[in-house]
């Protein structure tokens, strides 16, 4: 079985200042990890995806995410926040048959001017 | 990735009726995913929809509530049946192209009164 803790329910950041989203991960095997993003009355968009490749995975907009697997810690990070950043952000592990999605409780994020 | 899209994109229902959603995505794929996100929260799972075979419920969702078709490799329906308040959520249906990476249709928004 997985799971997932995203720390933060709520983030507020300004415009400019970076973005740390933390993520905590558990898993009984070598997970694969994704970030999905949820904008408002939107669908969920794929960011980035770790699949035992490179730790440090680059994503789309800016993101990227860090696989720490002593830390069991997949967290997310932006260097410099946008407006359009504001939104839901789902920190997401799959199964062990590689094709159940576990979603951790999402983190909203706040970008203030 | 893939394209998908859902009909209808929001209803407001009355208690007792049944809703069909459908998911329709532009090419073929093996699997298809429904998802289920109340207001507020995360989302979880309902069931996997294999074309040819039942569907997959998960723990907490039955077939007499949560009815799937998957007629062929490109789409697939979730019925909504004798609804009530608590019915009231996004259903997302995605899929599974490639491997673990799931893509999500924009979601239908219902609200049962």
């Known amino acids: 079985a997985q799971s997932v803790t995203q720390l933060d329910s709520h983030v507020s950041v300004s415009e400019g200042t970076p973005v740390l989203l933390r993520c905590n991960y558990s898993?009984?095997?070598?997970?694969?990890l994704f970030w999905y993003v949820q904008h408002p009355n939107k669908g969920l968009q794929l960011l980035l995806k770790y699949t035992s490749a490179a730790t440090l995975v680059k994503g789309i907009n800016g993101f990227e995410a860090e696989f720490k697997k002593s830390e069991t810690s997949f967290h997310l990070t932006k260097p410099s926040a946008h407006m359009s950043d504001a939104a839901e952000y789902f920190c997401?592990?799959?199964?062990?048959?590689?094709?159940?999605?576990?979603f951790g409780g999402g983190t909203r994020v706040l970008v203030k001017p | 990735s893939a394209v998908i899209s859902q009909k209808p994109s929001r209803d407001i229902c009355q208690r007792g009726t049944s809703l069909t959603i459908q998911c329709q995505v532009d090419?073929?794929?093996?699997?298809m995913f429904w998802y289920r996100q109340q207001p507020g929260q995360s989302l979880t799972l309902i069931a996997t929809a294999n074309q040819g075979s039942e569907a997959t419920y998960e723990s907490g969702f039955v077939i007499d509530k949560f009815p799937i078709s998957r007629p062929n490799l490109t789409f697939s329906t979730l019925t909504v049946s004798n609804m009530s308040p608590e019915d009231s959520s996004i259903y997302l249906c995605?899929?599974?192209?490639?491997?673990?990476?799931?893509?999500f249709g924009p979601g239908t928004r219902l609200l049962v009164l």
């Open positions: 997401v592990v799959s199964g062990a048959a590689g094709n159940k999605l576990t």
């Open positions: 090419s073929q794929v093996t699997m």
């Open positions: 898993s009984s095997y070598s997970p694969s």
């Open positions: 995605s899929v599974g192209p490639g491997g673990e990476t799931q893509y």
